[in-house]
């Protein structure tokens, strides 16, 4: 039996079962999607495509902000070798953040979103109607309290307890995440500067602040799976974040092509974004050094491979296929259309939903008093992260292939032979149909994962029974 260091940790493993909780209706309503893209009225006008797609995103938000904040509150009392200032404040502010997400989601669902917006103060301060800024005013706000709450107990832990560069680098992403939040507040009428505030927030997030609490999380797991000195991997991590903030930073400009900012931004945007690779192919390199380096073999492999799967394919989702639209006179085409979404698709799961399903795996036994889960829970657990990868990737491939006979049909001809953007969808079937696949073998390997945590306990009293 394996005990935890501090009591207080154990306010992770709520915000974990909630983070997974959301997960699977984020699937669920990817799922849908891509039915819909098919089959335009499947559940039509019960959920219309705006709708399930706008659940689909925030989903995507909330899930893993609910995971940052879970594995937050689970390392930060190790690292500083305290228990965490406030507890019950923590398990306050799970109750209020799943609330208040949950009410948010069904008033898309329920409600008419002009008649949301009109009930929720959007005439006193409009913010609404953005892309995965769409919440109502009262939503914002609540994100924005609980958001402090959260920072206020974290920080206070960290200051009245040992520094490392982990949990000073976890909090430096987390006060940037916050602070980049204010700028859904700001709704100019200016279209221009709307479209620059709202990348301040979209991109300063996934390749800016978020990319610390990345790099944050894959150094821990790495120290605690690998048992490789703290100083070898402190150093790696310092040059991992300063990359990514010097080419995220300036690499925001690469959503500057074409919304009305100076030429220079063609430059700059793809100079910085052609480095953008860099630091997560540094990640990879950095994991697999650490695994090759290791001074243990961890009995929570499953653990281990949902570490090594982030670093990898966060370089191929964020690094490689990011890299394939990045450059203006590539983007000029390819910009909006089915390359995004497979590049987005890849880069989120990569990047951010491995590293907090990896986190999950690394603290969940911890946090039910053992080091690691039984080993037919990890098999299930490896099985789980392969179907989930493989599903991930016949839906990237199928999204990169329409993309491409996309912008061949639509975007290049001239002369009025182009097609129009429904015959041009029409074409595209083949590959929204391989997609739907793609996502039910990753609905499945989610599936597989979900009941990894069941299966082991069953397992455990039958043998304690038996002992018995």
């Known amino acids: 039996m394996s005990t ?15 983070a997974l909780g959301l997960f699977l209706g984020q699937i669920l309503f990817g799922v849908l999607l891509g039915l819909q893209y098919l089959m335009g009225d499947v559940l039509f006008p019960h959920i219309p495509f705006n709708i399930a797609r706008m659940v689909h995103t925030n989903l995507l938000i909330v899930w893993l ?29 799970f109750w209020i953040f799943l609330v208040a997400g949950a009410l948010t989601i069904l008033g898309y669902l329920l409600v008419p979103y002009a008649t949301l917006a009109a009930a929720t103060g959007n005439d006193l301060l409009a ?19 609980v958001a402090l709450g959260f920072l206020y107990n974290i920080s206070l832990t960290v200051l ?42 979209v991109h300063l997030w996934v390749e800016g602040t978020w990319e610390l609490i990345l ?21 790696w991590l310092y040059l991992i974040i300063t990359f990514a903030l010097v080419t995220g930073i300036l690499g925001t400009g690469h959503h500057f092509y074409f919304i009305g900012l100076p030429g220079y931004w063609q430059w700059i945007g793809s100079v ?36 090594v799967g982030c670093a990898v394919m966060g370089f191929l989702g964020a690094g490689l296929w990011g890299f394939i639209h990045t450059l203006s006179p590539v983007n000029y085409y390819t910009h909006g259309s089915q390359i995004t979404a497979a590049h987005g698709h890849l880069a989120f799961y990569g990047a951010y939903v491995l590293v907090v399903v990896a986190m999950i795996s690394y603290a969940m036994p911890l946090l039910r008093g053992r080091e690691a889960a039984p080993q037919r829970a990890q098999n299930m657990e490896m099985w789980a992260f392969w179907i989930m990868t493989i599903g991930m990737g016949v839906m990237v491939l199928a999204l990169t292939g329409a993309g491409i006979l996309q912008i ?3 975007r290049i001809p001239a002369d009025g032979a182009a097609m129009g953007f429904m015959q041009t969808q029409d074409q595209l ?12 073998g990753f609905l499945s390997g989610l599936l597989i994962y979900l009941s990894s945590f069941f299966v082991g306990d069953k397992d455990e009293r039958r043998l304690q029974t038996a002992a018995a």
């Open 160 to 201: 009245k307890g040992r520094k490392t560069a982990i949990s000073l680098v976890l909090l430096m992403g987390l006060w940037g995440l916050a602070l980049m939040f204010l700028f859904s507040f700001v709704n100019p009428s200016n279209l221009v500067r709307d479209k620059m505030y709202w990348w301040f927030v």
């Open 215 to 235: 790099g944050a999380l894959l150094a821990y797991l790495l120290i605690k799976t690998t048992g490789v000195d703290r100083e070898v991997i402190d150093k």
């Open 272 to 307: 910085f974004s052609a480095l953008e690779p860099i630091p997560f192919f540094m990640m990879t390199l950095f994991a697999f050094n650490m695994i090759q380096r290791r001074k243990r073999e961890h009995p929570n492999q499953a653990a281990v491979l949902w570490t």
């Open 65 to 93: 902000l609910m995971g940052f904040m879970g594995s937050a509150y689970f390392l930060i009392p190790e690292e500083a070798q305290t228990e965490l200032h406030s507890p019950k404040l923590a398990v306050a502010l």
């Open 127 to 145: 913010t609404m109607g953005r892309e995965f800024l769409e919440q109502p005013l009262p939503t914002k706000v609540g994100i924005v309290v």
């Open 4 to 18: 935890l260091k501090f009591e207080s940790q154990k306010v992770a493993r709520l915000y974990f079962i909630g």
């Open 408 to 410: 061949w049909l639509q």
């Open 429 to 440: 079937r083949f590959f929204y149909w391989l997609r739907i696949a793609g996502g039910l």
